[in-house]
């Protein structure tokens, strides 16, 4: 399979617009390829109420959506509560998000997610991942600036990235039409300390061997490391 303007081991371009929107403390839109999403980060403070009473860590959680005009034919919104896929990604973005942060730090108060598609090509999950770590660092920095916290509960960086295996070759951070064609595809979330946080590989009506996975994971290492140069820069950091 041919690629445009780009190599199997290339990622798409990638930027990061911080503080893209005015009322939450943090929020950026993430644009990877044609993919586009916004991702905010809301405070509360309080804790779900299936917390020990006497915890004094604080809790993250995300919600993902994609906009009824981010695909070629209109997608419904989930008005009688989210699906199968959409509370699986769900998860997915909490989790890694969740690795970034000392909840003990952040005390007694939870951190809203919210990803939100406006136009999808593949990647929206590793693209919500990558462009909500930015947006989680922006809130806490602000929370720090207000003495809310004493440091800020951020403590590794968090991205991901895709990778396919497409006709015996491995390709990086595929867009809507390698992934559909893709015989494997992959996600994978790691922290910037070198540790996976998530891996999700499927065959597509396909099987692949260990050498092939261990790859794909080479790939998608590579493209991690690149996206968080990706997060630093819009950070100015």
């Avoid at 906009?67 to 769900?90: A, H, Y």
């Avoid at 909490?94 to 730090?105: I, P, W």
Wanted: glycine share 8%; net charge negative.
């Amino acid at each position: 399979m041919d690629r445009v303007n780009r190599t199997n081991d290339e990622i798409r371009n990638t930027k990061i617009t911080k503080n893209f929107l005015e009322n939450p403390p943090g929020s950026v839109l993430i644009e990877t390829g044609k993919t586009k999403v916004i991702c905010t980060v809301m405070c509360e403070d309080s804790v779900p109420p299936w917390f020990d009473d006497e915890a004094e860590k604080g809790w993250l959680t995300a919600r993902y959506g994609m906009l009824p005009g981010s695909g070629d034919s209109r997608i419904r919104r989930e008005t009688r509560g989210v699906r199968g896929r959409t509370k699986e990604i769900q998860r997915l973005i909490g989790r890694s998000l969740r690795a970034a942060l000392d909840l003990e730090v952040l005390g007694p108060r939870t951190l809203w997610i919210d990803c939100d598609v406006i136009q999808a090509d593949g990647g929206t999950r590793t693209a919500s991942i990558t462009g909500a770590w930015v947006a989680l660092y922006i809130a806490c920095q602000r929370l720090l600036e207000k003495g809310d916290v004493s440091d800020s509960p951020v403590v590794r960086q968090v991205a991901a990235t895709s990778v396919g295996l497409i006709d015996g070759e491995t390709f990086l951070d595929i867009c809507f039409e390698e992934d559909s064609g893709a015989d494997v595809d992959m996600n994978v979330a790691m922290d910037s300390d070198g540790n996976f946080i998530e891996i999700q590989s499927t065959g597509e009506e396909a099987v692949f061997t260990r050498d092939q996975h261990e790859k794909m994971l080479d790939l998608a290492t590579k493209g991690i490391q690149e996206l968080f140069d990706v997060q630093k820069e819009s950070l100015e950091m």
